[in-house]
């Protein structure tokens, strides 16, 4: 039976096959920064476009939204986290490492979260002294725990020398730019409550312990969906959006016993419910997307602050605030989850191999084309005419190079649904021999049925 990689397999297969590459390698890597390289992108790309369809296409009242990554500075102040997003920040006196205090906390089996004051925090630190060591030394000599405010901050339009005093922002969630702009899209879309603004992007955080490889990084990209309610229709909607996101994540291949429910302990004050789906990651059950239902605070917040109208008036009802729900989901997380699940490891034709059993609409490749041997033009040309038709309709891919047996495990890494074969046979019978990855079953198809038969 498929076990869970370990994150060394998972790691070690993305560097190795081009998807994951830690940032600034050269110059001895960035820690909590990552880049995607040629198939990391396709599946970045790809878990992008499933959610958006499921979101934008398949919703008849959720919008799309692009809003940029810099706002002005008061989107911030309003939304909170200028004042209160900070995590409690443990540092080593011995090695200088700073880690979450509440992680450290609850490893050592206490409870903690980053809504507690810092005095808080400190007495419950202190409390749990005796079973927390510095994870980086092993040592015992913790500062006071300090709060470090999360939003990193640049100097975009302030030229003044200590622009510090007023930075902007880099957007530390990307549901802000939703907020700011219900108004436009009320009034431009043709939308009318309940409906719905889904947005995909880049979201900045000065994680103090950035770890867990791409699980935790400073800079990550969120898939966010913000619906906006009548207030007595929020725990309803709540309750659809629950079950349509658990089943989304069934749709898309992943087993039910690697997903849960996990309810927060301590509600944020304005928060009617707020659950997270949770996915089995190599180091265990955390995280992968919350369902919230927020009240009114956000917009709220927002006209308190800018003085705007973001209320809402049916035809002839009452006048009322929209109450949020909210889906919310990283795609690095979906990008490990997604790793993890069809990672495998199997033996065909007597021998072990690794296999990414990626689902079509994710695999970064879903056809590669091959010449049996390199060194016979016109089997490669034969091929080189097959895949330079092919690639109009299908992402695939041509290899020529190695023996046909690497070409395969290669494509079974990263996980390449079908490999078409050219052979000698194929010059005179018009046909190619499509082997299909999981069962490693081959047959022979004719060159005009390519596209029908490696299609989804
Ligand atoms: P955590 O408790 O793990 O820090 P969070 O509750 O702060 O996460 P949210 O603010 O609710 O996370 O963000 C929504 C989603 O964005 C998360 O479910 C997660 O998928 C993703 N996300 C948040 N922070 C990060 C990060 N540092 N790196 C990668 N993805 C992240």
């Not at 002005?72 to 080593?92: I, L, N, Q, T, Y």
């Not at 090695?95 to 980053?114: K, M, P, Q, V, Y």
């Not at 994540?249 to 509600?267: A, P, Q, R, S």
Request: with cysteine.
């Amino acid at each position: 039976m498929k076990t869970t990689p370990t994150i060394e397999e998972v790691t070690a297969l993305a560097k190795r096959r081009g998807f994951v590459y830690p940032s600034s390698e050269i110059y001895g890597g960035f820690v909590g920064i990552y880049d995607y390289g040629p198939y990391g992108a396709e599946l970045a790309n790809n878990i992008k476009s499933i959610w958006w369809k499921s979101m934008v296409q398949m919703e008849d009242n959720i919008v799309g939204l692009d809003s940029s990554i810099f706002t002005r500075p008061e989107v911030w102040v309003a939304s909170g986290h200028v004042g209160g997003f900070s995590d409690p920040m443990a540092e080593c006196k011995e090695c200088n490492t700073r880690s979450r205090a509440d992680h450290l906390i609850e490893e050592a089996g206490g409870f903690a979260d980053e809504k507690m004051s810092p005095e808080e925090i400190n007495k419950v630190f202190e409390e749990y002294k005796d079973k927390i060591s510095c994870p980086n030394c092993g040592k015992k000599n913790f500062a006071k725990v300090k709060n470090f405010n999360l939003l990193a901050q640049s100097n975009l339009g302030n030229f003044s020398e200590d622009w510090t005093k007023e930075p902007t922002y880099l957007r530390g969630e990307t549901c802000q730019g939703i907020y700011i702009n219900y108004k436009n899209v009320l009034d431009t879309a043709r939308v009318k409550v309940p409906f719905g603004i889904a947005q995909i992007g880049k979201a900045f955080r000065n994680e103090i312990a950035p770890r867990q490889y791409i699980f935790r990084k400073r800079e990550f990209e969120q898939m966010e969906m913000q619906m906006f309610v009548e207030p007595d229709a929020e725990m309803t909607v709540y309750e659809e959006w629950r079950k349509k996101r658990m089943q989304y994540y069934l749709d898309l291949g992943i087993k039910k016993e690697n997903l849960k429910w996990h309810e927060h302990e301590n509600l944020v004050f304005y928060a009617k419910a707020a659950w997270d789906i949770e996915y089995k990651f190599p180091f265990g059950f955390k995280e992968l997307e919350g369902v919230h239902a927020r009240g009114d605070y956000d917009l709220t917040q927002h006209m308190k602050h800018s003085g705007a109208k973001l209320t809402y008036r049916e035809e002839g009802g009452e006048e009322y605030t929209p109450h949020v729900v909210e889906t919310s989901v990283g795609v690095d997380r979906t990008f490990l989850a997604v790793m993890t699940e069809f990672y495998d490891k199997d033996e065909l034709g007597g021998e072990e191999r690794t296999v990414m059993r990626f689902p079509y609409r994710l695999a970064p490749i879903k056809a590669a084309v091959f010449p049996l041997l390199k060194n016979k033009p016109e089997l490669v040309k034969k091929a080189r005419e097959i895949y330079d038709t092919l690639k109009m309709d299908i992402r695939s891919e041509f290899d020529d190079s190695g023996n046909i047996g690497k070409r395969y495990r290669r494509q079974d890494e990263i996980g390449t649904p079908y490999c078409i074969t050219v052979d000698f046979d194929t010059l005179e019978d018009g046909k190619v021999t499509i082997r299909e990855r999981d069962s490693g079953e081959q047959k022979r198809v004719a060159i005009e049925d390519i596209v029908k038969e490696v299609s989804a």
